[in-house]
């Protein structure tokens, strides 16, 4: 394999092109194409292995070794020299391949002929499709020059791949992209199932077109793309409403979108044959791999700066900006790798369902998910790769799990499903206007969480005596500048008139953790769900509070008020924010505006400590919150963004009960009203051991308070308290198999 000019290259390209034009099955364009490389660059094997499922690489095609071993030689991600190319996405470069750590011998191939190993990855963006390898009786290594030259050859590969050149029936080929059903699993953003179409939030750039015929007209296309993209990029810095941090993270951009060394890179893989778009997407590709082995974080999140700019770039080039032409279906299903809450309500109700590649359980996407009751699926990984416009897919937010272009049976068997939870649906509407009061006369309370106007609709239908907790950052975090305090007078005087007399419990602003402000200076905390957050934002910066307070205030028009500060961890902060409410109450007061004809201030108990304040707390406080998810990962030390750990600890554990009962015990004693809020608030059979150890009031999403309230009405809760007695008595470490069983014997469940 000599030294190769630009110039050979490019007939390389020109003539594997050609291949690729010829009519054929797939299996025949890649015996041609391992016989062209082999004999074009004079080297005794060339071989393609090509991916059968995620796992496991397969040998599709050869020249060089035996023809016997097509189809039948595997090996997994990892596995052997091809294995550490695929999995790195990485080449591999040897002059001793049997000496090779990690080498794997397959006999069936009669490669112990061949000494010297160059492996480079078939990749596209991302997608790791499979490995193109060369091999030679000489030891050596290969030069910088043949390295490159094998990677153009399979940029050209990845992207014939992905417009389904090696398609092919039965063992031959390969299976065609975008065409197979796919199963992701990931985990729950917000519970419920549908069915729709995708569509693509960012939907990628295919190129039709990776190998040019003048390298000139594409060097200047690619120059003129950069320079716009420069351009563009200097505008937003320009903007004079960036604070010193958005500049600093642009700035950074900047230098990529500058950087002499992307440019020269991809004009050289121009030179060598490529199109421009082409050229953009191997720099990327190669970059993903080198920065995906970094270890550093703060360099590994460098790569979606890095993908946004190749994306634009894409876009220049190709003239489609991010409307492709696409019409969005009538039941479209959002994918995306990520989106922000206001891109999010944009889209509004007229989704069937979300699913993205990063997300997180308290993201501001899934809050917003679930306050237009939209099931989400999170860490779905690789899906916005495989998925395109109008594929049919199934979002099943109960399991965490997304079927993309199923099988007929699977979508029957789904659509089941659906069609049993509307039918339980239309049973819980039945039940909207009565008590949920159990067989032995206990009634619980329940109500529903909100933190848009969209969300109180709700409150008629589902049936909720009110709302026990409406989040008020939300109108913060989806807009670029603070709101003002009239603008959240309108809003709160809305949500109180929607109620139309019922209870809300508005929650001062909850920012910090996992919900950070856009123009507010982000803090780089190791821990943020332990750092600056909630009420200890609004004490710091009072400003803030009081503004809030004050719009509060003048919503209520003289109407009842209920108020609760997050986040208090001992009985002093309480104080102070409360005195924040008192003193604003007598600011509007003498400033002749109407006061609340009757004031209620509450906390939220998110923290074990607070369950330990003095009497005192318990005696000034009108009522607590019990804010499960939070006191939850404080209770276990588990972090609820951590899937590894998060569902490791039960709800029903026995010493979470336990300490529940202790909190409900303070509250009696001082009569002091309690409710717990949370998502574990609105699974039924938890929901029933809450009011088993005297929780009088629950708060949920909407669509929990029918199967909470069905639940509730056909069970004698002193039978149930007396199970979950006699279980930890007994030692066991959670009351749930005990009060299901219970519940199954007595026809429930």
């Known amino acids: 394999m000599p030294e190769r000019s630009d110039s050979d290259s490019r007939k390389l390209l020109r003539r594997l092109r050609d291949v690729l034009a010829t009519p054929g099955k797939g299996q025949e364009r890649l015996d041609r194409i391992t016989h062209l490389i082999a004999d074009n660059i004079d080297t005794d094997v ?61 006999p069936e191939t009669g490669e112990e002929l061949f000494s010297a190993f160059l492996g480079v990855p078939i990749q596209r963006v991302g997608e790791k499709l499979g490995v193109l390898v060369v091999q030679s009786k000489e030891a050596r290594a290969y030069s910088e020059d043949e390295i490159y030259a094998l990677e153009v050859v399979a940029m050209v590969l990845a992207e014939m791949t992905e417009l389904g050149a090696f398609a092919g029936e039965g063992g031959g080929g390969m299976g065609a992209l975008h065409k197979q059903p796919v199963l992701f699993r990931g985990a729950t953003g917000q519970e419920g199932a549908s069915e729709g179409r995708v569509w693509l939030h960012e939907p990628r750039v295919v190129v039709t077109n990776p190998v040019a015929d003048d390298p000139l007209t594409e060097i200047d296309r690619i120059r003129a793309a950069v320079g716009e993209l420069r351009v563009s990029v200097d505008d937003l810095l320009a903007a004079e409403s960036l604070d010193k941090d958005q500049k600093a993270v642009l700035e950074a951009y900047r230098m990529f979108a500058h950087s002499r060394g992307w440019l020269r890179r991809m004009e050289e893989d121009i030179a ?59 039941n479209p299903v959002l994918v995306a790798r990520n989106i922000g809450p206001a891109e999010l309500l944009e889209y ?46 199934l979002v099943d937010g109960d399991q965490g799990i997304v079927h993309l272009r199923p099988e007929d049976t699977v979508a029957r068997s789904f659509r089941d499903k659906i069609a049993m939870q509307a039918q339980a649906q239309q049973r819980f509407a039945s039940l909207r206007d009565l008590p949920a009061t159990t067989k032995d006369g206990v009634t619980i309370s329940l109500h529903m969480n909100a933190g848009l106007m969209a969300d109180l609709p709700s409150l008629e239908g589902s049936g909720a005596d009110g709302v026990g907790l409406f989040r008020t950052e939300l109108q913060f975090l989806i807009r670029n500048q603070m709101p003002r305090r009239d603008e959240l007078a309108q809003l709160y005087t809305r949500v109180m008139e929607a109620s139309k007399g019922r209870p809300v419990a508005f929650r001062t602003l909850d920012i910090g953790s996992d919900k950070v402000l856009p123009y507010m200076k982000p803090n780089d905390e190791p821990n943020p769900a332990m750092g600056w957050r909630a009420i200890r934002v609004g004490l710091d910066k009072p400003g803030v509070l009081r503004m809030q307070l004050q719009a509060l205030i003048r919503a209520a028009a003289g109407r009842p008020l209920s108020i609760m500060f997050p986040f208090i961890t001992e009985h ?39 369950a330990y304040a003095p009497q005192a707390f318990f ?40 300490f529940l009962q202790f909190i409900v015990a303070r509250c009696a004693a001082s009569n002091t009203k309690l409710s717990f809020c949370g ?63 219970w519940l199954q014997k007595q026809g429930h469940i």
């Open 46 to 106: 060339c071989s393609i292995y090509l991916f059968r499922d995620p796992e496991t690489l397969e040998l599709c095609a050869t020249q060089g070794l035996k023809k016997t071993a097509v189809h039948k030689t595997r090996m997994k991600l990892g596995e052997g020299l091809v294995g550490r190319v695929a999995r790195t996405g990485l080449p591999v470069n040897t002059a001793d391949a049997p000496g090779e750590k990690g080498f794997r011998y397959m």
């Open 272 to 330: 060598s044959g490529l199109s421009a778009e082409a050229a953009v997407e191997k720099e990327q590709s190669a970059a993903r791999a080198r920065l995906e082995q970094v270890p550093d974080a703060y360099l590994r999140e460098r790569l979606h700066d890095l993908d946004d700019l190749s994306n634009r770039l894409l876009r220049i080039l190709t003239g489609q900006g991010k409307d492709t032409g696409a019409t969005m279906p009538d």
């Open 348 to 393: 509004g109700r007229k989704l069937k369902g979300v699913v993205l590649e990063e997300g997180s359980v308290g993201s501001h996407a899934a809050i917003v998910a679930r306050a237009l009751s939209i099931p989400m699926v999170i860490h779905a990984e690789r899906i916005t790769t495989e998925a395109l416009n109008g594929d049919q897919i």
């Open 572 to 610: 002093g902060e309480f104080i102070a924010a409360r005195s924040h409410m008192l003193r604003e109450m007598h600011r509007e007061k003498s400033l002749g505006h109407a006061v609340p004809e009757r004031l209620e201030i509450g906390a939220m108990l998110e923290t074990p400590s607070l």
């Open 619 to 658: 005696d000034m406080t009108d009522f607590i919150s019990i804010g499960g998810n939070d006191l939850k990962q404080f209770f276990f030390a588990a972090d609820r963004e951590n899937e590894r750990v998060r569902k490791r600890y039960d709800t029903l554990n026995a010493s979470f009960l336990t």
């Open 679 to 741: 998502e574990d608030a609105g699974r039924p059979v938890e929901a029933l051991a809450f009011a088993a150890i005297g929780l009088r009031m629950l708060s949920m999403r909407p669509a929990s308070i029918g199967p909470v309230k069905a639940l509730l009405r056909t069970v004698d809760l002193a039978a149930a308290r007396a199970v979950m007695d006699k279980a930890r008595e007994e030692g066991a470490e959670t009351v749930r198999p005990a009060l299901e069983a």
